[in-house]
């Protein structure tokens, strides 16, 4: 008879019971939506703040503890290097995906045409990485394009390492270019310590700080260049991070310090300290360090930005949570009428209220199940739209709205169940309400 | 007319204070809707403003550099920094660079402001302290190793410049000259005492530095020869920027100011993002609460359908029966939309200043259109379920349970 | 002069023929009991007369105006100017009072004016509940209140369905005494029921069974009151 009660409402009331279910699901897709972009907010502004360049830098080890002044002075002092073939071990570290990108740099002092003395640096610019190592090979496509996203190339076009392939080519900075009257497809003629070469430009950049007075080329023409063919001096490292808090703190100090469990949630959490430390256990002859400038404010950003959100998101699950309960009220109060009639041919409080929430469950569930999928998408339009890419689906937020759905509605539906108690049927029956 | 006129308010202030309970969800779902586009609204217009403070960590984005090969003065550094709003400046540090040796060992130092080092370069790490008076210095991570240096620790900086006349060095406390065997040229070897105070670490050529105060550095050399570089940070936009660049090179032409690019580009680039996430965020939540908002009015219009039957099987028209019920709801609309409004700020300040700790911006425009909003809201979301009950003949209603 | 003709009204839902060819004279001032079982087509006749339904074929002349040709707008004036209606469901606005009830009648008649609907509580014997609201009045009072609102616009028909319906005895004696009382005073009214009680006491006796007037003919027992 139960079932045939609540199969007998759905017939009847399933225009009220049809509302119910459409507030749950426009409920549950804001609480979707917000939730998943709240979860995968952090990754997102991570990957736009990695247009500030790299956070972490990779020295050799001795270098680290050597004065840079200090080798000016003993001029032949050897300035050490670190292999270029180590660099793809940073493709097999832990966090190995959370490394967006990374190039070798080596920079020395050139001759510019047989004139002055200028800055040029080496480095990969979208570099093809293929590194093998236990008989899996890893590939990537790297280098300093991604690292200089503030580039402005003024005129000509940014080298093509893959395109133009082979040396001869480099990038003059915009100030140094004024200087030299130098523009895009000159040639020009550098003298390094070890050797010269013949370089065309093939564009000026702008970058607004003091490279602006350097010249950019491939690794390989200024490792020609120094002398150290297979070697580069510096990399620099762009990784996704995890803001820093007090365990991140502790183990910058010394990661010895920290216990056993402390230790693998350290090393298992994207801290810049944590990657520092892994790429350090993979080329053990660098010393890798955060960036502070970069890595400092990414994190400080970070936190405002899903603090942001998780407040915002807050505020639309309790505007949500409210208009269901609303509506659930509202609903059960609508069927006084029909309720008090079951108490009058004797149905117990505890049959009708079994009664009502069963409906209203059953209709909530509906609800929610399609508001989830209305939400996933709502998350994608604005993953798509804001940030290009889709926002990742969390588990967890299947779970948190299951959850929250089922405690809003039974929440919702106290104010109409007491109400249901109340009830007089000879009240309801005479006509009042 | 009068007569008419009172019956018709009668009549629905009986509805909105006899029918409480249901009067009361219908306003509270209107509160909720109105708080959300208020509150997201203002926050949403806020944002900006209060992130781009928040990119100020990655320290300054202008910079300026003597426009010739000679330094920048303390007088159009003033003139320079006076371009800029002083809500927007959020300060500036100048810098100026002298080779010195320390222990023998050449070193850089360079003296500067630190109370303007916390604003322009917040990222700073340093063990120990900052510097707070003369005579105490910020060591580079880097410099620090080589030399040996930890907090504490007494240093000697010595700056070693050619005389030609000894009698510029009277009043002078603490120097030697030597003369070069060599050529017969005399040299001043003048020497200051400094405290390390802190190091610095920052993963940058800053590491390689010893920092000390302007007024140290001019005692050191002897000369107060102005500035190499001064770091500004502005709280503002790439395009605001360029604006105050054009200024102040119009007004100070020995400073050549720029922005620094890696800075400001970025910022853009990662504001307009967050802009957008926020914008498109408060678009679908609120089209969502509108129509949560719209479903609770039809709901509670919905289940007087017998009433409008009657109210028509007693000889109403169409139109005067949509003019109470739509009166109704437009009273609920603008008292929710007041309420929901300020709650709305309210909102929106709990969260700035939690987020942010700063207060909200309070836009009063945002106020009448949260009204107008709910009020026009309710208004259609009454109008659909009262237009489909006057359609229905009162008979039907009136017989059927 | 008649008040009320219907010359061959039919009403057809679908393949049911809930009214076939009724023919109806009604005159001023008459008392007539519409009788049948459920399902008898009383609901529909009432619906027509009560100018809330139309028919599908054949006339309603109602003061010698064929009301099926008029407008939905003329028809709804025409309704309220002409007739009272009572319903077995009372039909209360469960927010407003006694007085603000029979106060909405008028409101959409003419104009509101709280001494004149005081005064038709009055009539029906509710003068001291007129403030309370309809879950605080009886079944009976509920039902009077309803009468009064029916009678507020000095109606030409009073025009009651099942009005005794949700009534007990002692109540549904003291409506037939406002009813006589209604007669005496010259109103026209039809009484829709299916209870020989109530239909006893009419001028005038109307049967309907399957949609057809089976019978039409004066009460024997009808008295003009004490």
């Not at chain 1, 190592?133 to 300093?144: E, L, S, V």
């Not at chain 2, 997201?40 to 403003?49: A, E, K, Q, S």
């Amino acid at each position: 008879m139960f079932f045939r009660m609540i199969r007998g409402t759905f017939l009847r009331q399933w225009k009220k019971l049809l509302m119910i279910a459409l507030t749950v699901a426009l409920g549950a897709s804001i609480a979707t939506a917000m939730l998943n972009v709240m979860l995968d907010v952090g990754d997102k502004i991570n990957e736009e703040l990695k247009t500030y360049g790299s956070n972490i830098t990779v020295v050799p080890q001795s270098e680290a503890v050597m004065n840079k002044l200090y080798d000016v002075e003993n001029d032949e002092a050897v300035t050490e290097y670190i292999a270029e073939e180590k660099l793809g071990e940073l493709l097999t570290i832990f966090w190995a995906n959370n490394i967006t990108d990374f190039a070798p740099v080596t920079d020395t002092t050139v001759t510019l045409n047989g004139g002055d003395e200028v800055t040029l640096v080496g480095s990969w610019f979208d570099h093809h990485l293929e590194f093998t190592k236990k008989g899996t090979t890893y590939q990537r496509d790297t280098g300093i394009i991604n690292l200089r996203s503030w580039w402005d190339v003024t005129s000509g076009k940014m080298l093509d390492e893959q395109k133009q392939s082979g040396d001869g080519y480099a990038m003059v900075g915009s100030e140094l270019a004024a200087q030299h009257n130098i523009s895009a497809g000159d040639k020009i003629t550098v003298k390094g310590e070890k050797g010269s070469e013949q370089l065309v430009v093939t564009g000026i950049y702008e970058s607004g700080d003091d490279e602006d007075k350097y010249i950019y080329t491939t690794l390989s023409a200024a490792q020609r260049l120094t002398g150290s063919t297979g070697y580069f001096k510096k990399a620099e490292v762009s990784a996704i991070t995890s803001p820093d808090d007090e365990l991140a703190v502790r183990a910058a100090k010394d990661p010895s310090l920290l216990s056993g469990d402390e230790y693998d949630l350290w090393y298992c959490t994207a801290y810049v300290s944590s990657i520092c430390f892994q790429i350090q256990e993979a080329i053990p002859e660098a010393n890798a360090s955060a960036v502070r400038q970069i890595a400092d404010s990414e994190g400080k950003i970070l936190e405002k930005t899903e603090l942001l959100m998780t407040l915002i998101s807050i505020m639309s699950l309790i505007g949500a949570t409210l208009g269901i309960s609303n509506l659930v009220t509202s609903g059960v109060m609508e069927r006084s009428q029909e309720l008090a009639l079951l108490k009058a041919v004797g149905a117990t409080n505890g049959q009708i209220t079994r009664l009502v929430l069963t409906e209203i469950l059953s209709a909530a569930i509906v609800g929610a199940a399609a508001g989830f999928f209305m939400g996933y998408a709502f998350a994608q339009i604005i993953g798509r739209t804001v940030f290009d890419s889709a926002v990742e689906m969390s588990g967890m937020v299947a779970f948190i709205v299951a959850v929250l759905i089922i405690a809003v509605t039974l929440f919702g539906s106290i104010p109409a169940v007491r109400m249901l108690l109340r009830l007089r049927p000879s009240e309801v029956l005479h006509g009042g309400h | 007319m009068n007569k008419k006129r009172r019956m018709f308010v009668r009549m629905v202030t009986a509805s909105l204070v006899r029918r409480r309970s249901r009067m009361i969800v219908a306003l509270l779902a209107i509160i909720v809707g109105a708080t959300i586009l208020s509150g997201l609204g203002m926050i949403y217009f806020d944002v900006p403003r209060q992130m781009s403070a928040q990119f100020r960590s990655y320290g300054a984005n202008i910079i300026f550099t003597p426009s010739d090969d000679g330094y920048i003065d303390k007088d159009s550094l003033e003139k320079g920094i006076s371009c800029f709003s002083k809500e927007q400046l959020e300060g500036y540090t100048p810098y100026r660079y002298e080779n010195t040796s320390i222990h023998n060992i050449p070193v850089t130092l360079a003296g500067t402001d630190f109370s303007g080092v916390l604003k322009t370069s917040p990222y700073w790490h340093i063990n120990g302290s900052m510097p707070s008076s003369d005579g105490e210095a910020l060591i580079g991570a880097k410099a620090a190793e080589k030399l040996g240096i930890s907090v504490g620790d007494s240093i000697s900086a010595q700056n070693s410049f050619e005389v030609t006349d000894e009698t510029d060095l009277t009043g002078i406390p603490d120097y030697e000259i030597y003369t070069d065997p060599e050529t017969g040229e005399k040299y001043c070897d003048h020497m200051l005492e400094l405290k390390a105070a802190g190091i610095l670490e920052t993963g940058g050529s800053e590491e390689e530095y010893i920092y000390v105060t302007l007024a140290d550095i001019q005692s050191l050399t002897l000369s107060d020869r102005g500035y190499d570089i001064v770091e500004v940070s502005v709280a503002a936009m790439q395009d605001e920027l360029k604006d105050y660049l054009k200024q102040v090179g119009e007004k100070t032409p020995d400073i050549s100011a720029r922005l620094v690019k890696r800075v400001t580009a970025s910022e853009s680039t990662v504001l307009t993002k967050l802009e957008a996430l926020v914008l498109i965020v408060t678009i679908v939540v609120l089209a969502l609460t509108m129509i949560c908002v719209a479903t609770t009015m039809t709901a509670v219009i919905a289940e007087r359908r017998k009433e409008i039957g009657l109210r028509k099987a007693l000889g109403a028209q169409n139109s005067s029966i949509m003019a109470e019920f739509l009166s109704e709801g437009l009273v609920l609309g603008g008292v929710g939309g007041i309420a929901g409004s300020l709650l709305g700020f309210v909102f929106a300040d709990i969260v700035s200043m939690n987020v942010f700790s700063s207060p909200i911006t309070f836009r009063p425009l945002l106020l009448p259109i949260t009204i107008a909003a709910s009020v026009i809201v309710t208004g259609l979301a009454c109008m659909i379920p009262i237009k489909s009950a006057v359609e229905v003949d009162p008979a039907l209603v009136l017989k059927g349970e | 002069m008649s008040l009320l003709e219907l010359k061959d009204v039919s009403k057809v839902y679908g393949e049911l023929h809930a009214l076939e060819k009724a023919n109806l004279k009604v005159d001023k001032g008459e008392w007539i009991a519409i009788m049948g079982p459920s399902g008898s087509g009383k609901s529909t006749m009432m619906n027509i007369i009560g100018c809330m339904d139309r028919p599908s074929s054949g006339q309603v002349i109602f003061d010698g105006r064929d009301i099926t040709k008029e407008s939905r707008k003329k028809l709804t004036e025409f309704h309220r100017d002409k007739i009272g209606l009572v319903f077995q469901q009372f039909h209360l606005i469960n927010y407003l009072n006694a007085v603000e009830n029979v106060m909405v009648a008028q409101y959409y008649h003419s104009m509101p004016d709280e001494k004149e609907a005081l005064e038709a509580l009055e009539r029906v014997g509710l003068k001291d509940r007129a403030r309370h609201l309809p879950s605080q009045l009886s079944g009976g009072e509920q039902q009077r209140v309803c009468i009064a609102r029916a009678l507020i616009n000095s109606p030409e028909l009073i025009l009651a369905d099942e009005p005794t319906g949700n009534l007990d005895e002692a109540n549904e004696n003291i409506v037939l005494d406002i009813f006589r009382q209604l007669h005496k005073e010259g109103t026209s009214l039809i009484v829709v029921t299916h209870d020989p009680e109530v239909g006893e006491v009419a001028q005038r006796i109307v049967r309907l069974d399957h949609g057809k007037i089976i019978s039409d003919k004066k009460n024997e027992s009808f008295s003009e009151g004490e």
